[in-house]
Every structure is written in C-alpha cells, then in structure tokens.
C-alpha cells in the first residue's frame, strides 16, 4: 500500500516511515497507468532503502490483466 493510499483510507502518514521498510521491495506499476501512480512508485523507490521499482511497458493499472508473463517473471526475480 502506498503512502497516498494509506492517508486517504485510514487518515495515517506512512510515508515518514518508509525508510524504516528493512524488507526487500519492489514497486511495480503500468506505463500506462495514471501519471500520478508513476509519481508514487517513484517515492517508493526513493524512499524504501531496499526498493526497486518497474515500470511494465504497454500496461495500465490492471497488471495483473495485461501483461501477467512479465508480472510473473518479475515476482519471481525478487524472491530469495
């Protein structure tokens, strides 16, 4: 869950403790996903020390939808 969603669903700032996120994490979003999704995904990486992110080419918010191959390979990569 992003910082942005986090404030609108429970009225809570999460994102002064990103840097607190110890875990491995990857951000990832669609290309073609709303501007301001590519905006928070970049904070995420920016912020979470051990982040990285990916930007699926030729997909909108649905990923999963869209290019679930690539989503699949992603995940994968980021397990131990």
Sequence with gaps: ?????????????????????????L?????????????????LVTDIPRAW???IPDADHYVPLRTPERLTELLLSHLP
């Design 27 to 43: 951000v990832i979003h669609g290309d073609h996903d709303h501007p301001e999704i590519a905006v928070i995904a970049e904070r």
């Design 53 to 55: 992110g990916e930007a």
């Design 1 to 25: 869950m992003s910082a942005q969603c986090c404030v609108v669903s429970t009225g809570c700032d999460a994102e002064p403790h990103l840097g607190d996120i110890a875990a491995p994490t």
